[in-house]
């Protein structure tokens, strides 16, 4: 017999030999003969672990000859094709193969097919694809389980086999007799190749280096599979069978390499922290639940307890790496896992431990290859999906370990889409191995060992988990290839039904879906900008999308019928339970944590879209499935806060949190999220509006937005939640979601068909696109694999009715464009819905983008010359089960607000823009169109009653409450507003939703406790909040929290607030009459159409009022309001004959976004301006008189010209923005482009002359000691050692080092068109040069760099003739007056006290300054935080822009004109800024410079008795500081003088 090195020859020889004993009577012996020779050619010291690379061909030619039984091996290979019974192609590939997709032949949504087949079917017309593979796949031609028959290619469409002969018996007799240790041999070198590590896994090279070594046995298996399907069957019996791998691989014998093998086999199993049954079962761990269905997680509440028995390695493995996330991982009990799918493995064939060592090797490619192609014969692909599946827990510790998780996922997905595709054996694997428990178990536990302690809303006291986003596992999408596995199985009908009826699956997978709910908590930064911006939203949004809503959109796509209601109602019911365990979890009872806001909120989103579901397809009755009132209450709360959040960052209030934040909100809405985000927070809410109190509602959703304060009559109000500036765009906000949630129908009614036009239109409207990208950015089901856009078939078709196609055209570089498509005029004319577009915009520019098309297209088509409105588009009927959510559109809160916003916006009120007159109108047509019946009304009515604010409306329709006169109303307001003065009549209405007397005991209440509620929205909300959950009146009534943010005022300065009564008579249709008049700029110039024509009442929808502006939407609002009331057109003619309304100024010029307003309001500025004047000239007066010798005459005659001509040289700027002139006022400043920057020039000049050399050595300094900024350093802490500190920072100036500089370029614009400047410059994504976000920006005309804008002075330059007069006084008069002057509070024209928008903008000037140096510049008092700080800070910056100036003309300030450097001086205003910032400090008298130089000295000796520091002697102080310190702090104006 032949040795393991025999020759070619020989091996061929006694492999013949071997065969034909085999086949004889000595079969036994042969056998026996066979098993002994591939033990020495195949064991492992002479494989691939010892003899190298030639013992490994050795054997493998020793295999090839014995399963060819001698013959040549071609010849065996081609005889075993012949025997070829597959149906099925099987072609696998690997990454980056090129691949086709067919979905009309596709029964899965994975199906692929390789091109030779592709090419070979029948796919013309079909809806295909080529694709590149991303992880692998293999070719389904021929599994009718996958696709369709139709589609199968030409070679693989034989049904039967039953033209393949048999397979004659000793063909593969000596396979059968070989591969068994063949196989063995190769688990045996994967096993001697394997060491278990102490800590960490075996180091790649090591485990690179076995499989190289492995790599031609490996590739010998596959091609062995490549011959068909007579040998796979061979393989699959070898590799199946229990007999096989009991006689070869138990250990058990005198084979001593064997045992040592099964030692080492045993080893791997425990360091993977899995054993056999009988192993856990003498632990101790049959505890378990029989049932694998009953999985519930046990007690979130519970959660933070330590898990107690028998952690897993990579438990602690993980456990041990807590440095990922900042805040200490939590960790479940372990009663969260069953411990029969987690960590028991028992093995029973060789191709269940070979997929162990697969797995433990991290699948590598070649092993990957070979088990799938095997997959053609059905026995094996049994048999290995249920192997997969029993390995699956382990798959998932494995790859969490893994440092190269990215590969490894995209093979274990190349190999489970193949086994999970097929629906029959996905049912199979389900019903005998429990494939949805494993799932949803190894899901579970996977992401339990990134949890950490939840911070929404109740800090401290939270029981709730959520999944740390800064986790690997997260930030990596480790999670994927189980979570794709999920998603394929759940598109199978039978599994997802089995899983829908499971309950205890149900309640494991809401508690799955809740550690997602509120993951990625952002809070609000008030005061720091946030030092790290962390990029974790990328994966809490990625996690949502693909953990949870992308098996949601699976489970739904099985909810179509009405035979599916039961599911719908467990889902809801499971979704219910875990909302309301998470609400507990949280302490939440019904106020959201301020400054909070997540965007995840999966739960609410399961729950909206089955509603959805359950109403659209399944006709359930909506009220049968919904919760309690209590229960709406708390759902709505979350998504509000959603829709409030977004309005906060696109105002900037959240500008500290960074980019991040605005890339959330803006991922929110984004075309492939919001279908799973917004959509279905928008329906809840509207859900819960149908349900819930109206009233209630719309107070929530006022107060959610913080601008209950601004909804007052009163001419002032003082918001307590929101500062002044954030306010107009929080209204625009607040108003613009409930036009959205008013007229959204996507799931209220709307078809598929409908839902595309419509975004296919607001798309199209927005820009021209083309055909890609706009399959793009139409929202489709989010479920990648269902392959199934909705509406798709009718895709083409829809684009085809709505869009003209614009051909490529070349340009004249050469380069071509691309074909577009551009929407059709009878779209801009019909179908354009902006309220669509605003929903849709990611960026809102691209709003305004929509409004230019649409204006463009009404000039050319001639149907609207000017500036149009966005157009009111008629609304798609509600389902009957939404019909409540009209009551919105009919409640006396929404009406209220309504009515005051109207009336401010007429009075010219601050804060209120056009889009906010916009919205009110819009919702004002909304009610109209959408009125309830007559008697519902009338109901209403009579039940008024019980309800509160009767005194604004006696009824709930808008259509009759819009001719309702109200008379007075009590304001809140300020000691110093006009309303103050009027005398209260007997009757008046609240201007609050109260009027009964208990109501107005609780708004006195309410007053007495200084909030400025002119609604009472709060306490009412709160009032029915009470009503339905009966929680006692302290919960109820909460106070409201004061507002944080600091601000400029001298002590005592806040106006208190009191109660006056405006005279109002007015209704909501006089005020739209006379906002008509405001608008056209005319008297009268409303009057009712139906006068001239009739017909118009029968016919009101006239195609002149479909497009237009303001003036447009007014007439056709109240043509309406005439059609649906008799009454109202009475009314309104009343109306027209008797109102007169005020003449209106003229336009100064065609600005057409600039309502003609603006100068009536700067008139009533100027007279506030010359009245402050006018008193100011009469206590200056009073003074001179005093001041100069009673015989000059010319004093008096020089006053009483200056007085008579104080208003006519008043000083004219004009804005570069939007070209107007005009003089700075304090409602409407305007202000000096600057640039503030920090600068140490002053520091280093020098006392010497000598040119500075470069040191040479260590001891030489570039600066030396004798530098200003030195010597000053020196002073000021010389004085400090001798010296009171607050008497020494009164002595020196600081700013040599770190000194303000201010320098402008000389181009002035105003404070409003500067924000709305800095808006579009936040909205353009062009790349900029400078951080808009930190202030930066381009002056609009010279294009100079600059960062803040001061604001400029308004007042006249006659005043400073008044000062030049001599007097002839003497002296210690004199020197009393200024002393007297002193003591009095500055006579300043901006009133600290008020809050005048100049004022505001020289708080927010004196900001910027103090930021653009640093702290330690800032920072000179031995008490840090020292008022004496910020008054040493602001003389020292005039002189720092002082001494510079002087560098800049040559040493000489009274030369020069401008500067010799060609930048213009901003001198003037920066003291009129600095000035009054430091009137705002009373000096003491006892410190006063100006008594210290004007009174004698005291005596020494009463100085001594003190033990304090002394102060710093006059003689020893800087001339120039005190000086600066007497002209910035005088009682009067500082004005520029003639050379300056």
Request: proline letters at 5%; aromatic letters at 8%; one cysteine or more.
């Amino acid at each position: 017999m032949a040795g393991a090195g025999a020759s070619g020859r020989d091996k061929r020889a006694t492999a013949a030999h071997l065969k034909t004993a085999l086949g004889s009577e000595s079969g036994a012996a042969a056998a026996s003969e066979l098993r002994a020779l591939l033990e020495r050619v195949l064991a492992p010291a002479a494989g691939p672990g010892g003899g190298g690379g030639e013992a490994a061909a050795e054997a493998l030619e020793w295999c090839r000859c014995l399963l060819s039984g001698g013959e040549a091996w071609d010849s065996f290979v081609q005889a075993v094709r012949a025997y070829d019974p597959a149906t099925l192609c099987g072609l696998v590939w690997t990454a980056n193969f090129v691949a086709y997709r067919c979905r009309t032949c596709g029964i899965s949504p994975c199906m692929s097919l390789c091109a030779e087949c592709f090419h070979q079917g029948e796919h013309a017309g079909h809806d295909y694809n080529m694709f590149r593979s991303q992880a692998g796949g293999a070719c389904d031609c021929g599994d009718s389980n996958v696709m369709r028959e139709a589609g199968f290619c030409k070679r693989h469409r034989i049904k039967s086999n039953s033209n393949v002969p048999c397979v004659p018996k000793d063909l593969l007799m000596m396979s059968e007799l070989v591969l068994p240790q063949f196989i063995f041999s190769l688990i045996q070198h994967l096993r001697e190749g394997y060491n278990e590590p102490a800590l960490d896994l075996p180091s790649e090279k090591d485990l690179h280096k076995i499989l190289q070594v492995l790599e031609p046995h490996v590739s010998f298996l596959e091609d062995l599979t490549k011959m068909g399907g007579a040998m796979r069957s061979v393989l699959t019996q070898v590799l199946t069978s229990q007999q096989f791998y009991k006689d070869l691989s138990s250990g058990v014998g005198e084979n001593a390499c064997a045992k040592k093998s099964h030692e080492k086999y045993l080893i791997a199993l425990k360091g993977s922290g899995l054993a056999f049954p009988e192993d856990k079962l003498a632990c101790g761990m049959q505890e378990q639940g029989a049932g694998t269905s009953t999985l519930a997680v046990q007690g979130l509440a519970g959660a933070t307890a330590t898990s107690g028995q028998g952690d897993s390695s990579d438990e602690e493995d993980q456990d041990g790496s807590q440095g990922v996330g900042k805040r200490k991982r939590v960790k479940l009990s372990s009663t969260t896992k069953d411990q029969s799918i987690m960590d028991v493995l028992k093995h029973k064939c060789f191709l269940e431990e070979l997929l162990f060592w697969t797995i433990k090797y991290e699948f590598p490619q070649k092993m990957v290859t070979f088990l799938l192609n095997m997959l053609p014969d059905q026995d094996y692909k049994i048999a290995f999906t249920k192997t997969f599946v029993q390995h699956y827990a382990f798959i998932m510790k494995t790859l969490k370990k893994s440092h190269e998780s990215d590969t490894m996922s995209n093979r274990i997905v190349h190999i489970s889409v193949q086994l999970f595709s097929n629906e029959e054996l996905a049912r199979q694997v389900t019903e005998e191995c429990q494939l949805l428990d494993i799932m949803v178990t190894v899901l579970l536990y996977m992401m339990e060992s990134c949890l950490i302690k939840s911070e929404l809303q109740d800090e401290e006291n939270s029981l709730h988990v959520v999944v740390n986003c800064g986790e690997a596992l997260l930030k990596n999408n480790t999670y994927w290839p189980l979570v794709s596995d999920f998603i394929n199985i759940l598109s199978h009908q039978s599994v997802a039904k089995k899983f829908l009826e499971d309950h205890g699956l149900l309640v494991t997978w809401m508690n799955f879906v809740s550690f997602f709910q509120g993951m990625n908590l952002n809070k609000r930064e008030l005061n720091e900008h946030v030092e790290f911006e962390s990029q974790t939203y990328y994966a809490a949004f990625a996690a949502e999308l693909e953990a949870c809503a992308q098996p949601m959109w699976g489970l739904l796509s099985h909810c179509k019928v009405r035979e599916t209601q039961e599911y719908t109602r467990n889902v809801v019911r499971y979704c219910l339970e875990a909302l309301q365990d998470w609400f507990d979890a949280i302490n939440f009872v019904d106020e959201p944590a301020p400054n909070q806001v997540t965007f995840h909120l999966p739960l609410h989103r399961y729950f909206a879209m089955f509603l959805s579901k359950a109403v659209k397809c399944q006709e359930l009755d909506l009220d049968t499935i919904l919760p309690d009132q209590e229960m709406l209450m708390k759902l709505m709360i979350h998504p509000l806060q959603i829709q409030a959040s977004l309005s906060e960052i696109h105002s900037n209030m959240w500008v500290r949190n960074g980019l991040q934040i605005k890339g959330q909100a803006m991922t929110y809405v984004q075309s492939h999220f919001c279908n799973s985000m917004i959509d279905p927070d928008i329906y809840l809410l509207q859900v819960c509006a149908s349900r819930l109190d109206p009233d209630y509602f719309i107070s929530s959703v006022f107060e959610r937005f913080k601008v209950v304060d601004l909804l007052t009559m009163a001419s002032q109000h003082q918001n307590t939640v929101l500062d002044s500036e954030h306010e107009r765009s929080m209204l625009e906000g607040a108003l613009t979601f409930l036009v959205l949630l008013l007229s959204l129908r996507l799931h209220l009614g709307m078809t598929d068909d409908e839902i595309l036009r419509a975004e296919m239109v607001a798309q199209l409207c927005m820009n021209d696109r083309t055909h890609s990208s706009l399959l793009d950015l139409i929202p489709e089901n989010p479920n990648p694999k269902s392959g199934i856009i909705p509406g798709s078939l009718s895709f083409e078709s829809v684009l085809s009715a709505v869009a003209d196609f614009k051909a490529p055209v070349f340009e004249p570089g050469g380069s071509m464009q691309q074909g577009m498509y551009t929407p059709k005029a009878e779209v801009w004319d019909k179908e354009f819905d902006p309220v669509m577009v605003i929903l849709r915009t990611v960026y809102r520019r691209d709003v305004q983008s929509a409004m230019d098309r649409y204006t463009a297209f009404l000039k050319q088509s001639g149907k609207f010359p000017g500036n149009p409105w966005p157009p009111y588009k008629k609304r798609t009927p509600l389902h009957p089960s939404y019909k409540g959510l009209i009551k919105l559109l009919h409640c006396k809160t929404l009406h209220i607000v309504l009515f005051t916003l109207l009336y401010k916006i007429l009075m010219d009120h601050q804060n209120l823009s056009e889009h906010v007159l916009c919205m009110v109108l819009y919702l004002i047509e909304l009610g109209l169109e959408n009125s309830p019946e007559q008697e519902s009304d009338e109901e209403e009515s009579a039940g008024g009653q019980e309800r509160c604010h009767d005194s604004w409306f006696p009824g709930s329709n808008l259509v009759s409450n819009m001719r309702h006169f109200i008379n007075y109303v009590r304001v809140r307001v300020p000691e110093t507003a006009p309303e103050v003065k009027r005398e209260p009549p007997a009757s008046t209405s609240s201007d609050g939703l109260a009027s009964s007397q208990s109501s107005r005991r609780k708004s006195l209440q309410r007053e007495n406790s200084g909030t400025a509620q002119v609604f009472s929205l709060v306490a009412e909300r709160r009032k029915k909040f009470q009503e339905i959950i009966n929680r006692n009146t302290s919960e109820a009534n909460q106070v409201v929290r004061p507002k944080t943010s600091m601000k400029w005022s001298a002590p005592g300065a806040t106006p208190q607030l009191t109660t006056a009564i405006l005279e109002v008579k007015e209704s909501i249709l006089s005020l739209l009459i006379k906002l008509h008049h405001k608008l056209s700029g005319k008297q009268n110039s409303y009057y009712p159409p139906w006068l001239d024509d009739v017909d118009v009442l029968i016919h009101p929808e006239i195609p002149r009022y479909s497009h237009g502006d303001g003036m447009t939407a007014v007439e056709r609002i109240l043509l309406k309001a005439a059609v649906q009331s008799r009454l109202n057109k009475r009314i309104i003619e009343e109306i027209c004959r008797k109102v007169t309304p005020p003449v209106p100024p003229k336009k100064i010029s065609s600005a057409e976004k600039k309502t003609l307003d603006k100068e009536e309001r700067r008139q009533k500025a100027r007279e506030r301006q010359q009245k402050l004047l006018a008193e100011f000239a009469s206590r200056q007066k009073s003074f001179m008189e005093t001041a100069m010798d009673v015989e000059s005459p010319d004093a008096d005659i020089a006053m009483e010209v200056a007085t008579s001509e104080q208003h006519v040289s008043e000083a004219i700027y004009d804005c570069v923005i939007c070209g107007q002139s005009g003089p700075s006022t304090e409602d409407r400043p305007t202000g000096l482009v600057v640039l503030l920057q920090a600068s140490s020039v002053l520091g280093q000049c020098c006392n010497s002359t000598e040119p500075k050399k470069l040191p040479t050595t260590e001891e030489e300094q570039i600066y030396p000691w004798d530098t200003c900024a030195a010597l000053h350093d020196v002073r000021l802490t010389t004085l400090q050692r001798y010296f009171k500190d607050s008497s020494c920072l009164q002595a020196v100036s600081i700013g040599w080092e770190g000194g303000v500089y201010v320098q402008t370029c000389g181009h002035t614009l105003h404070i409003d068109c500067h924000k709305s400047y800095m808006e579009s410059l936040r909205n353009d994504q062009v790349l900029q040069g400078f951080s808009v976000d930190k202030g930066e920006f381009t002056c609009p005309l010279c294009r100079q760099f600059a960062n803040s804008v001061l604001p400029c002075y308004p007042g006249n330059d006659v005043e400073r003739s008044l000062w030049q007069s001599h007097s002839n006084k003497c002296m210690q008069d004199l020197v009393q007056e200024v002393e007297d002057l002193q003591e009095q509070l500055g006579t300043f024209p901006v009133s600290i006290s008020s809050e005048t928008n100049l004022s505001k903008e020289m708080e927010s000037v004196m900001k910027d300054i103090k930021s653009t140096t640093q702290k330690k510049y800032t920072d000179y008092s031995k008490s840090p935080g020292s008022p004496d700080n910020d008054f040493l800070f602001m003389y020292s910056v005039a002189r720092t822009n002082l001494e510079l100036e002087l560098v800049h003309r040559g040493g000489n300030l009274c030369s020069g004109g401008a500067s010799t450097a060609g930048k213009r001086s901003c001198l003037n205003q920066l003291f009129h800024v600095l000035a009054m910032h430091m009137r705002l400090y009373s000096i003491d008298s006892a410190y006063n410079p100006w008594r210290k130089l004007t009174q004698p000295m005291q005596d020494k000796n009463s100085e001594l008795v003190s033990e304090e520091l002394p102060e710093v002697p006059v003689l020893y102080r800087d001339v120039s500081s005190l000086l600066l310190i007497q002209i910035l702090t005088m009682p009067q104006p500082l004005h520029k003088g003639p050379r300056c």
